[in-house]
Protein backbone atom coordinates (compact mmCIF):
# COMPACT_ATOMS: atom_id res chain seq x y z
CA UNK A 1 0.00 0.00 0.00
CA UNK A 2 1.48 3.63 -1.19
CA UNK A 3 0.00 6.63 0.26
CA UNK A 4 0.47 9.60 -2.13
CA UNK A 5 -0.10 13.09 -1.44
CA UNK A 6 -0.34 15.76 -4.16
CA UNK A 7 -1.45 19.70 -4.94
CA UNK A 8 0.88 21.59 -3.23
CA UNK A 9 2.41 24.69 -4.93
CA UNK A 10 2.82 28.43 -4.41
CA UNK A 11 0.39 31.37 -4.13
CA UNK A 12 -0.08 34.30 -3.54
CA UNK A 13 -2.41 35.49 -0.21
CA UNK A 14 -5.86 34.80 -0.80
CA UNK A 15 -5.19 32.33 -3.54
CA UNK A 16 -6.54 28.49 -3.48
CA UNK A 17 -5.00 24.94 -3.56
CA UNK A 18 -6.46 21.89 -3.18
CA UNK A 19 -4.24 18.52 -2.17
CA UNK A 20 -5.13 14.65 -2.65
CA UNK A 21 -4.39 12.13 -0.40
CA UNK A 22 -4.45 9.07 -2.12
CA UNK A 23 -3.67 5.60 -1.63
CA UNK A 24 -3.47 2.44 -3.92
CA UNK A 25 -1.78 -1.38 -3.47
CA UNK A 26 -4.19 -3.88 -2.11
CA UNK A 27 -5.52 -2.55 0.31
CA UNK A 28 -10.01 -3.16 1.64
CA UNK A 29 -10.55 0.54 2.15
CA UNK A 30 -9.16 3.69 3.64
CA UNK A 31 -10.84 4.52 7.03
CA UNK A 32 -9.80 7.48 8.87
CA UNK A 33 -7.51 10.44 7.50
CA UNK A 34 -5.84 13.83 8.70
CA UNK A 35 -3.70 16.09 7.26
CA UNK A 36 -1.31 17.84 9.14
CA UNK A 37 1.54 20.15 8.40
CA UNK A 38 5.35 21.30 9.58
CA UNK A 39 6.51 25.01 9.35
CA UNK A 40 9.94 25.28 9.26
CA UNK A 41 11.47 25.38 13.13
CA UNK A 42 7.81 24.23 14.06
CA UNK A 43 6.28 21.09 15.78
CA UNK A 44 4.17 19.49 13.34
CA UNK A 45 0.24 19.97 13.83
CA UNK A 46 -2.94 18.42 12.71
CA UNK A 47 -5.08 20.52 10.21
CA UNK A 48 -8.13 18.71 9.31
CA UNK A 49 -9.43 14.75 9.70
CA UNK A 50 -12.45 12.95 8.17
CA UNK A 51 -13.88 9.60 9.37
CA UNK A 52 -15.27 6.80 7.42
CA UNK A 53 -18.95 8.32 8.09
CA UNK A 54 -17.38 11.59 6.83
CA UNK A 55 -17.09 13.82 10.44
CA UNK A 56 -14.63 16.25 9.72
CA UNK A 57 -12.62 18.27 12.74
CA UNK A 58 -10.10 20.84 11.65
CA UNK A 59 -7.74 23.07 13.94
CA UNK A 60 -8.93 26.61 14.95
CA UNK A 61 -6.90 28.40 12.50
CA UNK A 62 -7.99 27.17 9.34
CA UNK A 63 -12.38 26.80 10.04
CA UNK A 64 -13.84 28.44 7.44
CA UNK A 65 -10.94 28.61 5.25
CA UNK A 66 -10.31 24.85 4.59
CA UNK A 67 -12.67 22.37 3.93
CA UNK A 68 -11.49 18.14 3.95
CA UNK A 69 -13.50 15.84 1.74
CA UNK A 70 -13.25 12.34 1.02
CA UNK A 71 -13.91 10.20 -2.86
CA UNK A 72 -13.95 6.63 -1.11
CA UNK A 73 -14.29 5.11 -4.45
CA UNK A 74 -11.09 6.39 -5.40
CA UNK A 75 -9.65 6.02 -2.13
CA UNK A 76 -8.90 9.96 -2.09
CA UNK A 77 -9.15 12.42 0.53
CA UNK A 78 -9.27 16.45 -1.15
CA UNK A 79 -8.44 19.17 1.40
CA UNK A 80 -9.62 22.50 -0.33
CA UNK A 81 -7.54 25.31 1.04
CA UNK A 82 -9.29 28.97 0.29
CA UNK A 83 -8.30 32.39 1.52
CA UNK A 84 -5.09 31.18 2.13
CA UNK A 85 -2.76 33.19 4.51
CA UNK A 86 1.28 33.12 4.56
CA UNK A 87 1.33 31.16 7.75
CA UNK A 88 -0.30 28.38 5.92
CA UNK A 89 3.00 27.84 4.54
CA UNK A 90 4.23 24.59 5.40
CA UNK A 91 4.82 21.11 4.28
CA UNK A 92 1.59 19.35 4.45
CA UNK A 93 1.70 15.24 4.98
CA UNK A 94 -1.24 13.37 4.89
CA UNK A 95 -2.43 9.96 7.69
CA UNK A 96 -4.04 7.55 7.08
CA UNK A 97 -5.65 4.41 8.65
CA UNK A 98 -6.11 1.83 6.40
CA UNK A 99 -7.43 -1.89 6.36
CA UNK A 100 -5.05 -3.76 4.16
CA UNK A 101 -3.44 -7.41 4.44
CA UNK A 102 -0.17 -7.51 5.86
CA UNK A 103 2.06 -10.49 6.11
CA UNK A 104 -1.58 -12.41 5.65
CA UNK A 105 -2.65 -10.35 8.91
CA UNK A 106 -6.09 -8.15 7.60
CA UNK A 107 -5.48 -5.56 9.89
CA UNK A 108 -5.84 -1.44 10.11
CA UNK A 109 -2.66 0.25 9.66
CA UNK A 110 -0.96 3.45 9.74
CA UNK A 111 0.55 4.76 6.69
CA UNK A 112 2.26 8.42 6.03
CA UNK A 113 2.46 9.81 2.98
CA UNK A 114 5.38 12.37 1.59
CA UNK A 115 5.08 15.86 2.23
CA UNK A 116 3.79 18.52 -0.30
CA UNK A 117 4.90 22.29 -0.15
CA UNK A 118 2.69 24.96 0.44
CA UNK A 119 4.17 28.37 0.04
CA UNK A 120 1.93 31.60 0.40
CA UNK A 121 3.63 34.76 -0.42
CA UNK A 122 2.17 38.09 0.87
Known amino acids: VQLQASGGGSVQTGGSLRLSCSAS????????VGWYRQAPGKERESVAA???????AYTESVKGRFTISRDNAKNTVYLQMNSLKPEDTAVYIC?????????????????WGQGTQVTVSS
Open 25 to 32: GSLFSMNA
Open 50 to 56: IDTRGVT
Open 95 to 111: NARIETSDDGMVGEFDY
